[in-house]
């Protein structure tokens, strides 16, 4: 089993950042990549960010355009999504999610992850 425990989110105006964490406890060893994906009300939960964790290789949806960076620091088994120029339509409860089944290929579909974090929720205002 895998935990996973989200921080970081909260109010912000358009264009400010965010700089979210995702601590993962438990039987971190079998991990081979985290990602971040988001749900706003009355939307499918989306892919966001992926990266393997013995690697590092990055993976990002079209829409990040540049703006988010997702990294890890293998020893504090924690991944961050840093977030920049944020627009209202970020708005949403962001989720971390371990993938323990997948070697090889990062998913970027919810049904691929095995463990997820309660989530955190980011609020842009406009």
């Known amino acids: 089993q895998v935990q996973l425990v989200e921080s970081g989110g909260g109010l912000v105006q358009t264009g400010g950042s965010l700089r979210l964490s995702c601590v993962a406890s438990?039987?971190?060893?079998?991990?081979?990549?985290m990602a971040w994906f988001r749900q706003a009300p009355g939307r499918e939960r989306e892919f966001v960010a992926a990266?393997?964790?013995?690697?590092?290789?990055?993976y990002y949806a079209e829409f990040v355009q540049g703006r988010f960076t997702i990294s890890r620091d293998n020893a504090k088994n924690t991944v961050y999504l840093q977030m920049n120029t944020l627009k209202p339509e970020d708005t949403a409860v962001y989720y971390c999610?371990?993938?323990?089944?997948?070697?090889?290929?990062?998913?970027?579909?919810?049904?691929?992850?095995?463990?997820w974090g309660q989530g955190t929720q980011v609020t842009v205002s406009s």
């Open positions: 438990g039987r971190t060893f079998s991990m081979y990549a």
């Open positions: 990266i393997t964790w013995s690697g590092g290789r990055r």
């Open positions: 999610a371990a993938d323990v089944t997948t070697l090889g290929v990062v998913r970027t579909t919810p049904g691929s992850y095995d463990y």
